[in-house]
């Protein structure tokens, strides 16, 4: 009777043994697969930001604010970022659209100004916006691959 048994647990354990290998394996493929989707949704969220952002902010400096819908446009970005992203992203976008308006309220630039001042050494108003992306980034990445997926 126990060589009956042995050979019978013996026989359903090596039947589930695939079955839970497959479980694991599928499982750790759907969340590598979610992982690559929310860092694809991220990358392309902030590109678009950083985009439209430096287009905005190159306008501010040389125009005045004729209509609404770029810093609406800006605006959207923000919260569509909100979602999701780490409260330092977050805090960095909010930073740069108060940045826009305020420049969007100063006296345009000259050619010469401009120029001056993107030979600054710390032009770049999206500077810590990128930063804070590439690091939260980063973070998804290191999560994702040590919980070894």
């Not at 810093?71 to 977050?90: D, Q, T």
């Not at 590439?134 to 997926?149: C, D, M, P």
Request: charged share 25%.
């Amino acid at each position: 009777m126990t060589s009956v048994l042995a050979a019978l647990s013996g026989s359903v354990i090596g039947a589930t043994t695939p079955v839970l290998s497959n479980f694991v394996l599928q499982r750790s493929v759907m969340q590598r697969e979610l992982t690559n989707r929310e860092i694809a949704q991220r990358e392309e969220l902030y590109s678009e930001f950083i985009r439209q952002g430096t287009s905005c902010y190159a306008k501010a400096l040389s125009q005045s604010l004729d209509n609404l819908d770029e810093i609406v446009a800006m605006y959207a970005l923000v919260n569509r970022i909100r979602l999701f992203a780490s409260s330092s992203v977050l805090e960095a976008a909010e930073a740069f659209v108060k940045k826009l308006v305020e420049r969007f309220g100063e006296k345009n630039m000259s050619l010469d100004q401009m120029k001056s001042a993107a030979l600054e050494q710390h032009a770049d108003p999206l500077n810590d916006f990128a930063l804070k992306c590439r690091s939260e980034l980063r973070a998804v990445y290191t999560r994702a691959n040590w919980r070894g997926e």
